[in-house]
């Protein structure tokens, strides 16, 4: 039979490599960190064949007769009585135990010392005992062929902590008797004290015992996410939370956060944990007795399962109300936010575009149409005489004005344009897809309204009102710009002016 009792030299030298150096000191120079015998490593080499007997399980173990002993003991005990005859050799303990309580004796016997019941030990060990159960009955629906090394890596897969606590005695009875902190968030203080967590330091010390590379990847890899499609992986990295939440002293607060948590990503993980869940405690109290630990009390599994599901409701109601409020109030911020946006871009006094929206929009138009081979018309319009008009019935009826006039563009113009007030007595109509012949109809109904209409009173006679218009049409004329559009247009206008006002004029003709 191979002997791994070496290590894998690049592997552990690897692992080295990712510990930080003071760590991997420290670790190197603690000369009792937890180590396995050879008949251990042997046994565990015959748990990885896929068909090993339980035959050659007892051919190893009886050549140790401390652990041959430990075994009989173990099997003799009133969980694995089921003859009146005692076990009295290592296969017939062997064959009453089974391969899982098998491996769990011969790594408690190498493992777990009785002077090893300190505040940091005892609950590390039962963590990796429920672990090791839950794992064991994971394995049994999902990957039944690799059982034994998934067992193997759940109950190994704390070793890191006595390994810390043997380097860091201080630090690690200051860190790890914090009973209020989660498991992840004791892995958490470890990264921020140590510079790495008890994972690595785990898989570092498999390495450094020579567990095959898989063993070793797992048991580094054991506090990742359960979201993955490797069943081995899954049962392995599932069974740590299942046991923090079996050993909580509030287990089915403890279930229900882990159900909501497993129900919101993916639910086959629920159904896989719900139909475990009432073998569990037998398992853990099982391997309890193999390792000589005290666990909590039994506990209803039936009624915690109930109690979980009914506090998942609970919670499943108080989160939808909490986010149908954030709904609302984001609703209500959004509302506010396109108000104030649709504020910053409305000319105060008209409530028309003011010109900065306008120009934003004229220069993503007039790009979109020279993309696209498309038209576009601009309307530059100038209010005739209206500083006259300021000067004599003064600024309140010159904003009237204004105001009259901003509403009758907004009655005139389609949904596709947009009117805006450019400047002072200054106005702009952009109108995407429309030729010069369009945009001239729309400024002679605007001169037909004011023609017809008052944009204000004075005293109760009438304030009527003549534009300049000068209109450019992107097909009319070549325009590198938005800029050079307006400017025709402007130009255009100014050729009213100077004409005598109150009339239109369209560029280039």
């Known amino acids: 039979m191979k002997s791994h009792s070496a290590p894998n030299q690049s592997l552990y030298q690897s692992?080295?490599?990712?510990?930080?150096?003071?760590?991997?000191?420290?670790?190197?120079?603690?000369?009792?960190?937890p180590s396995l015998p050879a008949v251990v490593m042997q046994v565990l080499e015959i748990a990885r064949a896929p068909n090993a007997s339980l035959k050659e399980y007892a051919g190893v173990i009886e050549h140790d007769p401390a652990l041959t002993a430990r075994l009989i003991a173990v099997a003799n005990t009133a969980h694995h009585v089921r003859s009146p005859n005692p076990a009295i050799t290592s296969l017939e303990a062997t064959q009453r135990l089974g391969t899982d309580a098998t491996?769990?004796?011969v790594l408690s016997f190498a493992l777990f010392k009785d002077?090893?019941?300190s505040d940091i030990a005892l609950p590390t060990w039962q963590r990796a005992i429920a672990s090791a159960a839950i794992a064991s009955q994971l394995a049994q629906k999902c990957c039944p062929e690799r059982l034994g090394q998934?067992?193997?890596a759940a109950l190994l897969q704390d070793i890191g902590i006595l390994a810390l606590q043997l380097a860091y005695p201080e630090e690690a009875a200051t860190l790890y008797t914090q009973r209020d902190l989660s498991h992840m968030e004791l892995a958490k203080e470890e990264r921020q004290r140590f510079?790495?967590?008890h994972t690595l330091i785990g898989a570092w010390l498999a390495a450094k015992w020579g567990l095959p590379e898989s063993l070793v990847q797992m048991i580094d890899e054991s506090h990742d996410t359960v979201f993955t499609d490797d069943p081995v992986a899954l049962c392995v990295r599932f069974s740590g939370?299942?046991?923090?939440?079996?050993?909580?002293p509030n287990a089915p607060q403890s279930f229900s956060t882990l159900l909501f948590e497993l129900s919101s990503a993916q639910s086959e993980h629920v159904a896989l944990l719900e139909s475990l869940f009432h073998r569990m405690h037998q398992q853990i109290e099982l391997l309890s007795d193999l390792l000589k630990l005290a666990v909590p009390l039994p506990i209803d599994s039936q009624a915690v399962l109930s109690e979980a599901k009914q506090l998942l409701f609970q919670h499943a109601l108080a989160i939808s109300a909490r986010l149908e409020a954030q709904q609302q109030r984001f609703h209500k911020l959004e509302q506010q936010h396109d108000a104030l946006l649709e504020h910053s871009r409305l000319d105060p006094l008209t409530q028309l575009a003011n010109r900065a929206w306008l120009e934003e929009q004229l220069k993503e138009r007039f790009a979109k149409c020279r993309q696209k081979k498309r038209t576009m018309s601009v309307v530059f319009i100038d209010l005739d005489h209206f500083k006259t008009l300021n000067d004599r019935y003064g600024h309140r009826v010159g904003d009237e004005v204004l105001q009259c006039f901003g509403k009758a563009l907004l009655a005139l113009v389609d949904a596709s344009d947009v009117a805006g007030r450019y400047g002072g007595e200054e106005f702009l109509i952009i109108m995407p897809d429309e030729t010069a012949q369009s945009a001239l109809r729309l400024a002679q109904r605007i001169m037909t309204l004011l023609e017809k209409e008052a944009m204000a009173y004075h005293d109760t006679k009438p304030l009527y009102i003549t534009v300049s218009i000068g209109i450019a049409c992107l097909s009319d004329g070549v325009f590198e710009s938005e800029h050079e559009l307006i400017a025709a247009a402007d130009q255009s206008m100014y050729y009213i002016k100077r004409s005598g006002r109150s009339g239109v004029s369209i560029y280039g003709q």
């Open 195 to 197: 510079g790495c967590d």
């Open 150 to 152: 998934v067992f193997t």
């Open 15 to 33: 692992l080295t490599d990712k510990l930080p150096r003071f760590l991997s000191r420290a670790l190197r120079q603690t000369a009792s960190l």
């Open 115 to 117: 002077e090893q019941t």
């Open 241 to 248: 939370p299942l046991a923090d939440a079996w050993l909580s």
């Open 103 to 105: 491996l769990a004796t």
